[in-house]
């Protein structure tokens, strides 16, 4: 199978031909449909993120079950799934205690790029190809954890279905569980890449009735605008802080979420909200970066939340979003700005760096 292998971060994938085994226990291989290019894949190629090497990159992607494993009853050859970089155990100290997330098994295997049983399934050359986030969706087929696999409905597009993986459930889930967003609330996001949008689409949703977007590109604010921002603030410009103060008469916003992973967007992101509000985190700095924060910013009886999927339980919240999708209510035609070969993966990264897409998708 083709597959765009990672083997030294200097930030540029080789596709490369490589072998794949058959699932084992508990797996499932998926032919993928779709993989999309999101900002942490783009990190980890140019060393921000930790990764052991050579791996098959990529975390979102969609498709259908070519074969399952013994013991794998939650899917069935044939069925359209979501690969989910979150495939817990459901049975360890944080899966008992709700937060599937944390998963004691997952961040194990996870971090070591190998499956639940400490080994791969791809390899070149006779040499091993490591995991990436338990899925590596940069590929034609991948065989992923049954947790993993989230059977969807047949008439939800895969293309749109890959965006669940990653960018919109963080970005919905951030806004509606971890936000509580309410109906008549202001929010402010910064940062309008794919899981701002997303997040953007999660305030639209619950009811919110000022949705501020900030952004220094002014073609990811038009994006916000299709997908329901009723204000938009280029921060190259304007400053944030105070239009959002004038936006809701001298208070700061209900609800601020950040998702650009800088210092700066995440001090804005407090100084943009009033006293009381909830802070969501859901973008992230180069692994190793220190923030700074002058101790004002956390007074005020603020909330901070920060989380890197959204709160979410995607066995149950991809099916709900895909039927969001099918009723016309979360938009995500829009949020494709351009598909590419997997032979054209690197020129997907180039424009993602340059700011040029909401989401690109890699389509086999």
Same mark, same amino acid.
């Given at each position: 199978? $083709?597959?765009?292998?990672?083997?030294?971060?200097?930030?540029?994938?080789?596709?490369?031909?490589?072998?794949?085994?058959?699932?084992?226990?508990? +797996?499932?291989?998926?032919? !993928?449909?779709?993989?999309?290019?999101?900002?942490?894949?783009?990190?980890?190629?140019?060393?921000?993120?930790?990764?052991?090497?050579?791996?098959?990159?990529?975390? +979102?992607?969609?498709?259908?079950?070519?074969?399952?494993?013994?013991?794998?009853?939650?899917? =069935?050859?044939?069925?359209?799934?979501?690969?989910?970089?979150?495939?817990?155990?459901?049975?360890?100290?944080?899966?008992?205690?709700?937060?599937? !997330?944390?998963?004691?098994?997952?961040?194990?295997?996870?971090?070591?790029?190998?499956?639940?049983?400490?080994?791969?399934?791809?390899?070149?050359?006779?040499?091993?190809?490591?995991?990436? =986030?338990?899925?590596?969706?940069?590929? +034609?087929?991948?065989?992923?954890?049954?947790?993993?696999?989230?059977?969807?409905?047949?008439?939800?597009?895969?293309?749109?279905? =890959?965006?669940?993986?990653?960018?919109?459930? /963080?970005?919905?889930?951030?806004?509606?569980?971890?936000?509580?967003?309410?109906?008549?609330?202001?929010?402010?996001?910064?940062?309008?890449?794919?899981?701002?949008? =997303?997040?953007?689409?999660?305030?639209?949703?619950?009811?919110?009735?000022?949705?501020?977007?900030?952004?220094?590109?002014?073609?990811?604010?038009?994006?916000?605008?299709?997908?329901?921002? /009723?204000?938009?603030?280029?921060?190259?410009?304007?400053?944030? !802080?105070?239009?959002?103060?004038?936006?809701?008469?001298?208070?700061?916003?209900?609800?601020?979420?950040?998702?650009?992973?800088?210092?700066?967007?995440?001090?804005?992101?407090?100084?943009?909200?009033?006293?009381?509000?909830?802070?969501?985190?859901?973008?992230?700095?180069?692994?190793?970066?220190?923030?700074?924060?002058?101790?004002?910013?956390?007074?005020?009886?603020?909330?901070?939340?920060?989380?890197?999927?959204?709160?979410?339980?995607?066995?149950?919240?991809?099916?709900?979003?895909?039927?969001?999708?099918?009723?016309?209510?979360?938009?995500?035609?829009?949020?494709? /700005?351009?598909?590419? $070969?997997?032979?054209?993966?690197? +020129?997907?990264?180039?424009?993602?760096?340059?700011?040029?897409?909401?989401?690109?998708?890699? !389509?086999?």
């Amino acid at each position: 199978m $083709k597959a765009a292998v990672l083997f030294e971060t200097k930030g540029k994938l080789s596709v490369e031909n490589v072998d794949i085994s058959e699932p084992k226990k508990d +797996e499932v291989l998926v032919k !993928i449909k779709a993989s999309g290019l999101c900002h942490t894949d783009w990190e980890t190629m140019h060393g921000y993120q930790p990764v052991n090497l050579p791996a098959i990159i990529g975390h +979102e992607g969609a498709g259908v079950v070519e074969a399952v494993g013994e013991g794998v009853d939650n899917v =069935s050859v044939g069925d359209n799934v979501i690969c989910s970089w979150n495939p817990n155990c459901g049975i360890c100290f944080y899966c008992d205690n709700g937060q599937p !997330i944390l998963c004691e098994v997952q961040k194990k295997y996870n971090s070591q790029g190998v499956l639940f049983d400490g080994t791969t399934r791809a390899s070149l050359n006779g040499q091993n190809l490591h995991y990436y =986030s338990l899925v590596s969706t940069h590929a +034609e087929y991948t065989i992923i954890p049954k947790q993993g696999a989230v059977k969807v409905r047949k008439d939800f597009p895969l293309d749109r279905a =890959s965006l669940l993986g990653c960018a919109v459930m /963080t970005g919905y889930g951030g806004a509606v569980y971890a936000g509580n967003i309410k109906p008549e609330t202001s929010v402010v996001v910064i940062g309008c890449g794919a899981v701002g949008l =997303s997040a953007i689409q999660g305030a639209r949703i619950s009811g919110a009735s000022k949705i501020i977007a900030v952004d220094i590109f002014d073609n990811k604010l038009e994006f916000a605008k299709k997908v329901g921002a /009723t204000h938009t603030i280029n921060s190259k410009i304007d400053n944030p !802080i105070e239009a959002c103060l004038e936006i809701t008469d001298g208070r700061g916003v209900d609800c601020a979420i950040e998702s650009a992973g800088h210092n700066e967007t995440i001090r804005q992101t407090l100084e943009c909200s009033r006293p009381g509000a909830r802070i969501v985190i859901l973008g992230k700095t180069p692994y190793g970066v220190e923030i700074n924060l002058p101790f004002y910013t956390l007074m005020g009886e603020r909330e901070i939340i920060r989380t890197s999927y959204g709160k979410s339980h995607p066995r149950i919240d991809f099916p709900r979003l895909a039927n969001l999708y099918m009723d016309g209510k979360l938009y995500l035609d829009e949020m494709i /700005t351009k598909t590419y $070969k997997i032979e054209e993966i690197n +020129e997907g990264f180039d424009a993602l760096e340059r700011g040029e897409l909401a989401r690109g998708l890699v !389509i086999f």
